[in-house]
């Protein structure tokens, strides 16, 4: 198993454009995390699936981001019309849990800069 | 929700010396992580850590799940222990305090 997996490590992009980020988690884990952390904060919370089933969305989840995670596998981020204020770390994790949560594991990471 | 508080925010210390690291939380929970993030960003598993004792080397951790705090130790440490320490707490969601910047001088 090679672990969390997140594409593009990198993204530079414009104001105003959309941005979509891929996380593969580790095959057998059934729950899957994005977080967002800026500069010397920690990960934020996000919204987080339970198999396909997309379960809490946090307040910072404006109605420019929505997420997908479609057959319970891979999931996507996106970002619509782009600003700067969106310019951080997207963090990506996986575990196993129903009724509690396993070990967490995560990706490296999508830092989006936004110009 | 859960709240999460480390502390110090901040830790200056010789090679050498030994340092322990604090997390409170605000209610009961089935999942506690301590993680170091490497200069790239990406968290580092150190102890998954709910209940109890463990070791891994010169790290330790301890969570005392009853009174709500867990405890990370790091013994002779090492500049490659510098970095930050995040401490992450589940009941659904996995919430993190706001780290520890430790900086480890030659």
């Known amino acids: 198993d090679t672990g969390v997996s997140q594409n593009p490590r990198h993204k530079i992009t414009k104001r105003g454009q959309n941005v979509t980020f891929r996380c593969d988690p580790i095959s057998e884990h059934n729950r899957l995390y994005w977080y967002r952390q800026t500069l010397g904060q920690g990960p934020e919370f996000l919204t987080y699936?339970?198999?396909?089933?997309?379960?809490?969305k946090s307040r910072l989840l404006s109605d420019r981001f929505s997420a997908e995670r479609p057959k319970g596998s891979f999931s996507t981020l996106e970002i619509q019309r782009t600003e700067q204020g969106d310019s951080a770390m997207y963090l990506c994790?996986?575990?196993?849990?129903?009724?509690?949560?396993?070990?967490?594991?995560f990706g490296q990471g999508t830092r989006l800069t936004v110009v | 929700g859960i709240q999460v508080e480390q502390s110090p925010p901040d830790l200056i210390l010789q090679e050498g010396a030994n340092s322990t690291l604090r997390c409170n939380f605000s209610?009961?929970?089935?999942?506690l992580q301590w993680f170091h993030q490497n200069p790239w960003g990406q968290l580092i598993n150190l102890f998954y850590i709910p209940s109890g004792t463990k070791q891994n080397g010169r790290l330790s951790a301890t969570t005392v799940a009853t009174e709500r705090y867990s405890l990370l130790y790091i013994s002779s440490s090492q500049t490659t222990d510098s970095g930050v320490y995040f401490c992450a707490v589940a009941d659904d969601k996995i919430i993190f305090g706001k780290g520890t910047r430790l900086h480890i001088l030659p």
């Open positions: 699936f339970q198999n396909e089933a997309q379960l809490e």
């Open positions: 994790a996986s575990s196993l849990g129903v009724e509690f949560i396993t070990e967490a594991f």
């Open positions: 209610d009961s929970v089935n999942n």
